[in-house]
């Protein structure tokens, strides 16, 4: 079995996410594709990298993010990081032909983005963006019944994803709230129901946007005291079309009052349709149009089919299909994909190249939202 070295920079909500998806994976895959190591953590300050290696288990922690990526033991990063440190993590990384394992958005600015494809040509490594809600087996069986033809030509589709953390005003925020640090529901909450939707029936050329800023001033998470101005969204809604003509909404939104994590789509077609709840996580919904009508409603309706645990093997055996899931287990998933991929040699999936086209279809969708027009959308 191949061994491979695991160094984790930043250690917030989604770098503790990316080191409990490592020490899960063994108990859900048996066997895993490789045997990981977390050997280094970085962190701002040398109390939190000294704290992150304690929880994680970590053989070393530093606050200087070269010392894990130049380290001859590390042969994997996660970059979990704020948006705007990403590109420097991801140039130097690319550079020392590390695996990447990036968290959404890629970087900070399309400038930052277009620099990132360049430095991908002659790379060896694999790479991949943690794009998790394509990992459920809802998810999954969603895309096999649309690759299978099962609900025939989208006639629409509705997405949105919806929080409800920034509808107090007086309620600190932190760098998601600002643009210089890439922030913003668009980039943030966006970029996982755009992914989800383009990768089911996408992809998308051309939307109309329009966005909403709740507070323009807020006290800082980060400095105590001090009032920051709010420069990106904390809501928006997108109309959507395909070069086939369907169309669809996008919605997005950190001021639903009663939202805990509400990631919900349909899709409409000619022959049947698909709903997905994230509150849901256990069912997919399925319409087939094609099943017989009649007296009492024949054998025609909604099918709710319980797709629980039962992911591919060697994934599924543990706790068991039957088990309920959770949030976590997505991103147990998205993990196992990106370790194979590396075991295997195929490219990473959703790959650096897909978060870099999301990330422009994102800022397609903040020019429209800041000029009221419909922008045409960039393919892949």
Known sequence: MSMLGVGVLGFGFMGRTHTLAHQALPYYYDPPPADCRLVAVCEATAERAAAAKRLGGFQRCTTDPHEVIGADDVDVIHVCTPNR??????????????????????????????QVLALLKGYAGTAQVALQY???????????????????????????????????????????????FGGGVIRDLGSHILDLLGWLIGPFSSACCVSRIWSP????????????????????????????????VLEVSKIATG?????????????????????????????????????????????????????????????????????????????????????????????LAEGIHLQKCLEALRESAATGAWVDLPQP
Not at 92 to 105: F, Q, T
Not at 263 to 288: C, K, S, T, V
């Open 85 to 114: 440190e990403h590109f420097g993590a991801i140039q130097a990384a690319i550079a020392a032909g590390k695996h990447l394992y990036v968290d959404k958005p890629v970087t900070a600015s399309l400038a930052e983005a277009d």
């Open 259 to 351: 939202a805990e994590d509400e990631l919900r789509l349909e899709i409409h077609g000619r022959w049947g349709a698909l709903r997905f709840d994230l509150m849901q996580p256990n069912y997919l919904e399925f319409y087939d149009a094609r099943q017989a009508d009649g007296d009492l409603g024949g054998a025609r309706g909604w099918q709710r089919l319980a797709t629980v645990q039962r992911y591919p093997k060697p994934g599924g055996a543990f706790p068991g299909p039957k088990f309920s899931l959770g949030w976590i287990r997505s991103h147990i998933h998205s993990l196992y994909s990106f370790l194979e991929a590396i075991v295997t040699g195929r490219p990473g999936s959703p790959s």
């Open 217 to 248: 001033r807020r006290p800082s998470l980060d400095s105590p005291g001090k009032m920051i101005d709010i420069d990106v969204e904390d809501a928006a809604a997108a109309l959507l079309r395909c070069s086939d003509g369907a169309m669809g």
């Open 134 to 180: 394509r990992f459920f087996p809802a998810t999954l069986k969603a895309r096999q019944l649309v690759q299978a033809g099962a609900i025939g030509p989208v006639t629409h589709f509705h997405g949105w994803y919806f929080h409800s953390g920034s509808v107090d005003p007086a309620k600190a925020v932190n760098w998601k709230s600002t643009g210089a």
